[in-house]
């Protein structure tokens, strides 16, 4: 089993920045494909950022493409997503999960493990 804890969501103005960090306890995330989601009231929750088990490769969705910034310490066993330039759309509950595979993959239903989640507000 893995634990994946979220944390560094707040309430940050447009144009701010605000780095999140998702923590793992249980299992080495070494292994894993590691994915940053997030869901807008009222909406589906959607992909957003994706990072292979090296952290060699890297996909974005377009809507945060140049803005955000998915990395990971494999020895702290965490990941991190650098959001920049923040925009009142970006509000959301962000997400973070784990896929034990080394293909990397922006398929929600590929991943195992999810966190709780956090919550990001962006003002306008």
């Known amino acids: 089993q893995v634990q994946l804890v979220e944390s560094g969501g707040g309430l940050v103005q447009a144009g701010g920045s605000l780095r999140l960090s998702c923590a793992a306890s249980?299992?080495?995330?070494?292994?894993?494909?590691m994915g940053w989601f997030r869901q807008a009231p009222g909406k589906e929750r959607e992909f957003v950022a994706t990072?292979?088990?090296?952290?060699?490769?890297?996909v974005y969705s377009d809507s945060v493409k140049g803005r955000f910034t998915i990395s990971r310490d494999n020895p702290k066993n965490t990941v991190y997503l650098q959001m920049n330039t923040l925009k009142p759309e970006d509000t959301a509950v962000y997400y973070c999960?784990?896929?034990?595979?080394?293909?990397?993959?922006?398929?929600?239903?590929?991943?195992?493990?999810w966190g709780q989640g956090t919550q990001v507000t962006v003002s306008s």
């Open positions: 999960a784990a896929a034990y595979m080394k293909t990397i993959t922006t398929a929600q239903w590929r991943y195992d493990y």
């Open positions: 249980g299992r080495t995330l070494s292994s894993s494909t």
């Open positions: 990072i292979s088990w090296s952290g060699g490769t890297t």
